[in-house]
C-alpha cells in the first residue's frame, strides 16, 4: 500500500510538472508584427539568463540592453540603407523588427530617432522614474532589451520621438520595391467613445494596431480629464495601422459609418460634447477623396434619416490617451457596449 501511494503522489506530481510547463509555455508567446512578410506572428518570448546574454553581447551592449544603460552620444554613425534600398532596424538582441528607416528623422539629439515603430506589438513602453524624473521607457517586446525612450517632441503624424540606443540596433537592407509593399498604411477616425469605436476596429483581419486618444483640438498634450472639459477642441480617437493588402480603406470607411449615429451632433447616445463629435481624419489626397465619395454615397441613398455630420478633415497631430484607456474592453474582459446606431 506505502509503494502504490508513493506511486500514485509521484505521478501527480510528474503531471503537475507537466501541466506547469504547457501554461508557461503557453503564456510565453507572443504576437509580434514580421515587417518583411507584412504578417502577425507568434513567436516564443526570449528568455535568457545574464550569463547567456554575454555571451551573445559585447560588454558595452550588456550595459545599455540588459542594466538600462545608455551610450555616449554622437559616438557612432547610424547605419543606412545603400542606394536603391530601403530597410528595418532591428533588435540585435533577437532580431525582432522595430523600425523602419523611412520612420527614422535627424533630431539632433545624438541618438538614432523614430517617429513610429513597425508595430506597436513589436515595442513595449513602461514608465521610468530613475534618474529623478518620468519619463516612458522603450523595450523590446520580445527580448525585453531596453531600447531607449520616447518622447513628446517628434514630427507629425505621431508627434512621437523614438530616441534610441545606437548599440541595440542592427540593420536589415530590403530593396525599396519589396519595402514599398510592406509600409503600413494609417487612418484615424471619431466616433463617439473611443472605447468601443477601437473595440469594432480590433475585429478587422488586416488591422494591424490600434491606439486611442486625442486629436483636433489645440491644447498641446492633453489628458482625458482636459478633454473632457470640452475646451481643447480635442475629439476621441482611434489611431489604425492596417495591411493595405488584407483590408482597403473603403471597408474601414464602411465600418466608421456602421458603428455609430453620423447625424448627431458632438452626441453619441447619452455621450454629449465636442469629443464625441464624428470625424474622418485623413493622412492622404487619397483618403479624403474616398470619404468625401462614401459620405456622398449614404447621403444620395438616404442611408439615414437625418442629415450626415461627419467631419472631414486632415489628420493633426495624435496624443496617445493614458494606459487605463487602451484596449479598454479587451482588458477588462467585458463585451462593448457602445456604438450601435440608431438612426440607421
Known sequence: MIVKFKEIVLGITLLIIFLSGVLLAAQDKIKIFDAQTGEVV???????????????????????????????????????????????????????????????????????????????????????????????????????????????????????RYCINLIALKLLELSDLVQSKLVLQKAAFAAGCFWGTEAAFQQIAGVISTTVGYMGGKTKNPTYEDVCTNKTGHAEVVFIEYDRHKVTYEYLLETFFSIHDPTTLNQQGPDVGAQYRSVI????????????????????????????????????????????????????????????????
Open 281 to 344: 481624419f485623413y493622412y492622404t489626397p487619397e483618403q479624403e477623396k474616398k470619404a468625401v465619395a462614401i459620405k456622398k454615397k449614404y447621403e444620395d441613398f438616404k442611408k439615414f434619416k437625418k442629415p450626415i455630420v461627419t467631419e472631414i478633415t486632415p489628420a493633426g497631430e495624435f496624443y496617445r490617451a493614458e494606459e487605463h484607456h487602451q484596449k479598454y474592453f479587451q482588458t477588462k474582459g467585458i463585451k462593448p457596449t457602445c456604438h450601435i446606431p440608431k438612426n440607421g
Open 42 to 160: 507568434e513567436v516564443n518570448k526570449i528568455i535568457k539568463t545574464d550569463m547567456e546574454w554575454k555571451k551573445i553581447l559585447t560588454p558595452e551592449q550588456f550595459r545599455v540592453m540588459r542594466l538600462k544603460g545608455t551610450e555616449e552620444p554622437f559616438k557612432e554613425i547610424c547605419p543606412i540603407p545603400a542606394k536603391g534600398k530601403s530597410g528595418i532596424y532591428q533588435c540585435i538582441g533577437c532580431s525582432t523588427d522595430l523600425f523602419r528607416y523611412h520612420a527614422k528623422f535627424e533630431s539632433a539629439s545624438g541618438w538614432p530617432s523614430f517617429w513610429e515603430p513597425v508595430s506597436e506589438l513589436n515595442v513595449k513602453l513602461k514608465i521610468d522614474n530613475s534618474l529623478g524624473m518620468k519619463r516612458t521607457e522603450i523595450l523590446c517586446a520580445r527580448c525585453d532589451a531596453h531600447l531607449g525612450h520616447v518622447f513628446d517632441d517628434g514630427p507629425l503624424p505621431t508627434g512621437k
